[in-house]
């Protein structure tokens, strides 16, 4: 068989991570990976590595590059509303059980770092910077893919496309269009959530600290390994129509105006709100998002010779604390399926749909109700939370939440999902 041209929209951790696997392997192929940013990415907040992912990433041999870059978060920390009285939910140390702190705690951009860095030199891939996909069609008579380049390559055919592109992918527009219901595959969860690095003072611990208050506004702060804190802002509604100017901002990517709404929404929110809204100002790193699930439903991750990968095909999003695992078992499974049979995309691509679903759906069953019930809107819904906030920090619950989590419904059990048979030249642990 000949050499694949293979190209992978989007450099971030499952772009990069598919690469890995498909080297690994031993797929004869020349892969391209693009990445809108001019260079690879300094910022983010942290992201975790949970069930069957650890796996993944231990047989990558990345266990100790991750540990080096680790956060420092020991556990999570909630702070009720008189600004003063704490419940901790601290770290397990077991990778196997983990709490809301994992123990693989990463900034996002380091993370992204490690993947680059494993990648960057192997042989058969390229890597290119501030580039992305304009446009692409496919030609189902020759095999093949068109695509052209927004900035500097020029145009070419591929064997395959993947979009690991981020929940707003270009690569799924371009490919599945609009979505039965217009709505680009995304379900709306009715939050908006800000990200940015504020100065540390003495007063931060080595928790994070989770702060919710009246009106679904929810402040917190989280350490990180560089002597800063990484703080975010959510406001959540059952209302959409709230969200209506902060929306119009985010589609016009006007950064003063969601700031301008930030300190709007959070003027009198209590506790350390107004130390984050005035460090918000001065933030180089600044970043705002809709909090949304990408759901591709019949359609698949999959459409002829091009995949979704990643957050661009299933973001289970971040109330799920599974996007980065999802992100890298998806890849894992992309890169096996394709392993198995090379000279015949389509149902490599097929199979990976298939294989892949059942963790998916796994990782975007979210707590009915989230994230309004757990970032209400009125005060006694707010001392209900606190309550159950008590109850599940106490030693009590401590001692008999893992047996709970176990037996609870298959669809929730997402630690225990099991990784596909073994690949071609891939070998996973369990």
Request: aromatic share 10%.
């Amino acid at each position: 068989m000949s050499l694949l041209k293979i190209l992978i929209s989007g450099g971030g951790i499952a772009g990069p991570c598919l690469a890995w696997w498909l080297r690994k392997a031993g797929v004869d192929a020349h892969i391209t990976i693009i990445e809108r940013a001019p260079e690879p990415r300094v910022s983010g907040q942290a992201v975790d590595i949970r069930g069957a992912a650890v796996y993944v990433m231990k047989a990558m041999g990345l266990e100790q590059a991750i540990r080096d870059k680790n956060t420092t978060e020991v556990g999570l920390e909630f702070v009720y509303p008189d600004g003063i009285s704490t419940a901790k939910i601290d770290a397990t140390g077991d990778d196997k059980n983990q709490s809301f702190t994992s123990e693989y705690e990463i900034l996002r951009a380091d993370l992204a770092r490690i993947f680059y860095d494993t990648t960057k030199e192997l042989e058969g891939v390229e890597y290119v910077f501030d580039e992305t996909i304009k446009d692409l069609v496919q030609y189902a008579q020759e095999d093949r893919v068109h695509v052209t380049f927004t900035n500097r390559l020029s145009a070419a055919y591929y064997d395959l496309v993947v979009g690991a592109d981020g929940q707003i992918s270009r690569t799924r527009r371009l490919v599945f269009g609009h979505g039965p219901n217009k709505n680009d595959y995304l379900r709306r969860m009715g939050e908006y959530m800000a990200f940015f690095t504020i100065p540390r003072i003495d007063t931060d611990t080595k928790y994070a600290r989770w702060y919710s208050t009246t009106r679904g506004r929810l402040v917190c702060t989280r350490p990180s390994s560089y002597n800063d804190t990484r703080a975010f802002l959510a406001v959540v509604d059952w209302d959409l129509k709230r969200f209506d100017e902060i929306d119009d901002a985010l589609k016009r990517r006007d950064e003063k105006r969601a700031k301008e709404w930030l300190v709007k929404e959070f003027r009198d929110a209590g506790w350390e709100s107004e130390r984050c809204l005035e460090g918000m100002k001065t933030a180089e790193d600044f970043y705002m998002q809709e909090i949304v699930q990408v759901k591709m439903g019949e359609e698949g991750f999959a459409k002829g010779r091009v995949a979704l990968l990643g957050d661009a095909g299933y973001c289970p999003s971040p109330l799920s604390g599974m996007g980065t695992a999802v992100a890298i078992v998806g890849s894992y499974i992309l890169a096996g399926e394709i392993a198995s049979s090379p000279s015949d995309l389509p149902l490599a691509l097929q199979r990976y749909t298939m294989t892949l679903r059942p963790f998916v759906d796994q990782c975007q069953k979210l707590m009915p109700g989230a994230p309004q019930i757990i970032i209400p809107q009125s005060a006694w819904a707010l001392k209900l939370t606190s309550m159950l906030a008590t109850v599940l920090t106490s030693p009590a619950w401590q001692r008999i939440g893992p047996w709970v989590k176990w037996a609870m419904p298959k669809g929730y059990q997402r630690d225990r999902y099991k990784l596909p048979k073994q690949y071609p030249g891939m070998t996973v642990g369990s």
